[in-house]
């Protein structure tokens, strides 16, 4: 055994090839239990790297583990070896996801929210070899009638019926492109999640295993869905949108993503793809959290078209380099903290169409500006970085930001920023439980700060929220997939803070990605 480690709610080991091998098993047990608790990992959670091989268990509450591994080898014999004591993590449930008000109150998809599957969920595992061919029996009719469906693109289309609310675990496995998902995707390019109508409960997790699970030249869509969680997968080359909460969700989790460039679009501001991770069109109890974006153009819009309040956290995110929409706020009630804003050319928060931002306990480092308000405040300096539309308000408390070239707080001068009571940027609260005055209102359409965060169970509790000098070394460590991921690169602060140009050399390495993984299963 070379290495083993756990992460959130997994553990893994890798080894190298035993001589004469034909086969081998993997178990996972509590450290503290006797070798009868050991446990078989399914055998498409092996895999075969060209100098090792390695093993995740998945599944797991937080706690020590040991994994065992067994080779068969071609005489009949076995050889065994166990790992140390492995630590797995509970992931971070916290957010409007998580929200005691909400439809569902929990966005752990397949899972229980102590990390382990719902009794009786399904799990399949998606592969550039079973993409088109992976088999699922799903209920299609209300007295139960069921229907094999071939290819993860029909499984979907099947469940969007809305009478099958199995949990459904699908975990993707290695580099998976656009020809390997060829018929699975829509005509944009993108893997269709739907429920049947708005809300549809659909107890679905999709999920990459291991640190090299990875959507190649396409996106996710998802729609009218309710109890959905997209963890731990790699998105490069996308075709418009990374991943798209589209219409009529609640209750979904994304986390723990690596989101890089997508392809070009026609406009002069989509040379790195349009959004990044988008939820619009009435989607509400929504979070965020640990995603990793890497020099997004447009990190995350936040509303389109909404006509009624809508609420999403944003959490634990590792802004990198980006350059704008951090989030990009229409009308909701936005909750964003613990965020690492590193180096981000463009702005960082910005608000619009009478929305209501709690911006809390974030680290912004060179960050151009922090935080802005449709036509007022910075916005309205004539730069022409964010909008033409009515602004909306952001209470600020507990930030840390370092070389902003401009913050205008509405009522206090902190030493990083200017006063102006009715040209503002953001209120500065001096408690978080502080009540923004109605007096305070956008210099255009007049709108006051709603004070959602005084009123609303936000998913998170104060005791829970990091300090923010602690932010930089935390979301850096446990955002993006598991160990963050396969893929490396280290941005040259000094030029690529203020740039918003596509990085050539990230590009370039994007495009060339290829996966080392060998083959699947332990035979």
Same mark, same amino acid.
């Given at each position: 055994?070379?290495?083993?480690?756990?992460w959130?709610?997994?553990?893994?080991?890798?080894?190298?090839?035993?001589?004469n091998?034909?086969s081998?098993n993997?178990?996972v047990? /509590?450290?503290?239990?006797?070798?009868?608790?050991?446990?078989?990992?399914?055998?498409?959670l092996?895999?075969?790297?060209?100098?090792?091989?390695?093993?995740?268990?998945v599944?797991?509450? /937080?706690?020590? !583990?040991v994994?065992?591994?067994?080779?068969?080898?071609?005489?009949?014999?076995?050889?065994?070896?166990?790992?140390? /004591?492995?630590?797995?993590?509970a992931n971070?449930r916290?957010g409007f996801a998580?929200?005691?008000?909400?439809?569902?109150?929990?966005?752990?998809?397949?899972?229980?929210?102590?990390? $382990?599957?719902?009794?009786?969920?399904?799990v399949? !595992?998606i592969?550039?070899?079973?993409?088109?061919?992976?088999t699922l029996?799903?209920i *299609?009719?209300?007295?139960?009638?069921?229907? $094999? =469906?071939t290819?993860?693109?029909?499984?979907?289309?099947?469940?969007?019926?809305?009478y099958?609310?199995?949990?459904?675990?699908?975990?993707?496995?290695?580099?998976?492109?656009?020809?390997d998902?060829?018929?699975?995707?829509?005509?944009?390019?993108?893997?269709?999640?739907?429920?049947?109508?708005?809300?549809t409960?659909m107890?679905?997790?999709?999920?990459?295993?291991?640190?090299?699970?990875?959507? !190649?030249?396409w996106?996710?869509? *998802?729609?009218?869905?309710?109890?959905?969680?997209?963890?731990?997968l790699g998105?490069?080359?996308? /075709? %418009?949108?990374? &991943?798209?909460?589209?219409?009529?969700?609640c209750n979904?989790?994304?986390?723990?993503?690596? &989101?890089?460039?997508?392809?070009?679009?026609?406009?002069?501001?989509? =040379?790195?793809?349009d959004?990044?991770?988008?939820?619009?069109?009435?989607s509400?109890?929504?979070?965020?959290?640990?995603?990793?974006?890497? #020099?997004?153009?447009?990190?995350?819009?936040?509303?389109?078209?909404?006509?009624?309040?809508?609420?999403?956290?944003?959490?634990? @995110?590792?802004? %990198?380099?980006?350059?704008?929409?951090?989030?990009?706020?229409?009308?909701g009630?936005?909750?964003i903290?613990?965020?690492?804003?590193?180096?981000?050319?463009?702005?960082? *928060?910005?608000?619009?169409?009478?929305?209501? =931002?709690f911006?809390?306990?974030?680290?912004?480092?060179?960050?151009?500006?922090?935080m802005?308000?449709?036509?007022?405040?910075?916005?309205?300096?004539?730069?022409g970085?964010?909008?033409?539309?009515d602004?909306g308000i &952001?209470?600020?408390?507990?930030?840390? &930001?370092?070389?902003a @070239?401009s913050?205008?707080?509405?009522?206090? %001068?902190?030493?990083t920023?200017?006063e @102006?009571?009715?040209s503002?940027?953001?209120?500065?609260?001096?408690?978080?439980?502080?009540?923004?005055p109605g007096?305070?209102k956008t210099?255009?359409?007049?709108?006051?700060?709603?004070n959602?965060?005084?009123?609303?169970?936000?998913?998170?509790?104060?005791?829970?929220? %990091?300090?923010?000098?602690?932010?930089?070394?935390?979301?850096?460590?446990?955002?993006?997939?598991?160990?963050?991921?396969?893929?490396?690169?280290?941005? +040259? +602060?000094?030029? #690529?803070?203020?740039?918003?140009d596509?990085n $050539?050399g990230?590009?370039?390495?994007?495009?060339?990605?290829?996966t080392?993984? *060998?083959?699947?299963?332990?035979?």
């Amino acid at each position: 055994m070379t290495e083993s480690g756990g992460w959130y709610e997994s553990a893994y080991i890798k080894w190298k090839p035993v001589s004469n091998a034909a086969s081998y098993n993997v178990y996972v047990k /509590p450290a503290s239990a006797g070798d009868s608790a050991y446990t078989l990992i399914d055998d498409m959670l092996i895999r075969k790297y060209p100098s090792y091989w390695r093993a995740d268990a998945v599944g797991l509450t /937080p706690g020590q !583990y040991v994994m065992k591994v067994e080779a068969v080898l071609s005489n009949g014999s076995k050889e065994r070896a166990v790992s140390d /004591p492995l630590s797995v993590i509970a992931n971070d449930r916290s957010g409007f996801a998580f929200s005691s008000e909400s439809t569902f109150g929990t966005g752990s998809g397949a899972y229980k929210d102590d990390g $382990t599957l719902k009794d009786g969920a399904q799990v399949i !595992y998606i592969t550039s070899d079973t993409a088109k061919k992976v088999t699922l029996d799903v209920i *299609v009719n209300k007295s139960g009638k069921r229907q $094999t =469906a071939t290819g993860i693109g029909e499984i979907l289309a099947l469940r969007q019926k809305g009478y099958d609310k199995t949990p459904l675990a699908i975990r993707f496995i290695g580099q998976l492109s656009r020809s390997d998902m060829s018929g699975q995707l829509n005509s944009s390019g993108y893997l269709q999640v739907k429920g049947k109508s708005a809300y549809t409960e659909m107890n679905m997790t999709l999920e990459g295993i291991g640190e090299d699970a990875t959507a !190649y030249g396409w996106g996710i869509l *998802v729609r009218n869905c309710g109890n959905l969680e997209v963890r731990n997968l790699g998105i490069m080359l996308y /075709p %418009d949108d990374g &991943i798209s909460l589209d219409t009529d969700n609640c209750n979904v989790w994304v986390h723990n993503n690596d &989101i890089f460039y997508g392809t070009a679009g026609s406009d002069a501001d989509q =040379a790195k793809g349009d959004g990044s991770a988008d939820v619009k069109k009435s989607s509400t109890y929504i979070t965020f959290s640990y995603n990793h974006f890497w #020099d997004s153009g447009k990190s995350s819009l936040c509303g389109l078209k909404e006509t009624e309040d809508f609420f999403v956290s944003y959490h634990h @995110n590792w802004f %990198d380099h980006s350059d704008s929409r951090h989030p990009r706020i229409r009308l909701g009630s936005i909750h964003i903290y613990n965020n690492y804003y590193d180096g981000n050319s463009k702005y960082g *928060v910005g608000i619009t169409t009478g929305g209501s =931002a709690f911006v809390e306990a974030n680290y912004f480092r060179n960050c151009k500006y922090p935080m802005m308000s449709s036509l007022q405040g910075t916005d309205a300096l004539g730069e022409g970085t964010f909008s033409g539309e009515d602004g909306g308000i &952001i209470k600020a408390f507990n930030n840390k &930001i370092e070389n902003a @070239n401009s913050l205008i707080y509405a009522n206090s %001068d902190d030493g990083t920023a200017k006063e @102006n009571k009715t040209s503002f940027d953001a209120y500065l609260a001096s408690s978080r439980n502080e009540t923004v005055p109605g007096s305070y209102k956008t210099l255009v359409g007049n709108k006051a700060y709603n004070n959602f965060d005084t009123r609303k169970d936000l998913g998170v509790s104060q005791s829970d929220i %990091d300090d923010p000098n602690d932010v930089a070394q935390v979301v850096t460590s446990l955002s993006g997939r598991m160990n963050k991921g396969d893929f490396t690169w280290k941005f +040259n +602060n000094a030029s #690529d803070d203020s740039s918003y140009d596509m990085n $050539t050399g990230l590009m370039s390495k994007i495009r060339s990605y290829k996966t080392e993984l *060998v083959s699947i299963g332990g035979k």
